[in-house]
Nanobody, 122 residues
């Protein structure tokens, strides 16, 4: 397993941008599919975006396509989520997740971060 620490959440106005970062401790970061889930109050946790190992295939939930971009830097053991054109419905706690040799659907994470709050409000 890896330990995951997120940063970059906060309060932003509608239409604004935020970049989330997640740093993984431990070895062999490159063999983990990485991703971001989110959970809004009263709703189930959902996968927002994931990026695979190797060539870095990506997967996005339909509601964020064209607005969010996931990327990874294996030299820094870090995965990013660039969020643009934010909407109030993006408000949630965002969790970094990792799955060893996982598919880009990231259905069974091995590790979770503690979560970072993103609030989109005027």
């Amino acid at each position: 397993q890896v330990q995951l620490v997120e940063s970059g959440g906060g309060l932003v106005q509608p239409g604004g941008s935020l970049r989330l970062s997640c740093v993984a401790s431990g070895s062999f970061f490159s063999i983990y599919t990485m991703g971001w889930y989110r959970q809004a109050p009263g709703k189930q946790r959902e996968l927002v975006a994931a990026i695979s190992t190797g060539i870095g295939n990506t997967n996005y939930v339909e509601s964020v396509k064209g607005r969010f971009t996931i990327s990874r830097d294996n030299t820094k053991n870090t995965v990013y989520l660039q969020m643009n054109s934010l909407k109030p419905e993006d408000t949630a706690v965002y969790y970094c997740a990792a799955e060893k040799f996982g598919s880009v659907r990231l259905v069974r994470p091995d590790s979770w971060g503690q979560g970072t709050q993103v609030t989109v409000s005027s």
